[in-house]
């Protein structure tokens, strides 16, 4: 009984509470991990900020509980394409963080390509009389070519979102 009560905690105090998918504390968690396991095997991985575009225009018109709704959608939408080996995460209002273990920039860039493309064709709301497209804004950063702690890759991934966000929106990030 204790094992499961432990277990279930331990459930909550990772997740989202309005989508399921893990928080920004599992997240630091299991970078740092990959980030370990990158530097001893000496490969790659990529950390992908993404950031829902004009998303308070759509919660202004539809209401912070179907922005909500929307929000898990979009999740379901970005796990749908991706391997078992990665792992998204809610970060904060209507961003999410992808990490693609043993992924560098051009295999990221490919995979986010198509997440991005899947986000954008989807329609969201379906079970309502209104449903809305959206689009988004993605950043890549690598370790260890962008930064080699959890906390730099995430700032730098970050910084190619903005960048992207602030020119064109609906586009994807990286440095070179």
Do not use: W
């Amino acid at each position: 009984e204790n094992s499961r009560y432990f277990s279930r905690i331990r459930q909550l105090s990772i997740t989202d509470e309005y989508t399921g998918l893990y928080n920004a504390r599992y997240l630091y968690e299991f970078l740092d991990r990959i980030i370990s396991e990158s530097a001893h095997d000496n490969t790659d991985a990529a950390a992908v900020f993404i950031d829902i575009d004009n998303f308070k225009k759509v919660v202004d018109e539809y209401g912070h509980l179907m922005g909500s709704l929307i929000l898990k959608e979009i999740g379901e939408t970005i796990l749908g394409c991706l391997s078992e080996d990665d792992i998204l995460a809610k970060y904060g209002g209507d961003e999410y963080v992808i990490i693609l273990p043993g992924q560098g920039k051009e295999s990221a860039r490919k995979v986010i390509e198509r997440i991005r493309q899947e986000i954008r064709s989807t329609d969201y709301l379906t079970s309502t009389d209104r449903p809305v497209k959206v689009t988004a804004s993605f950043g890549i950063a690598t370790f260890p070519d962008d930064a080699r702690t959890a906390k730099g890759l995430l700032l730098a991934a970050d910084r190619q979102m903005y960048r992207v966000k602030n020119t064109t929106k609906d586009g994807v990030g990286v440095s070179l």
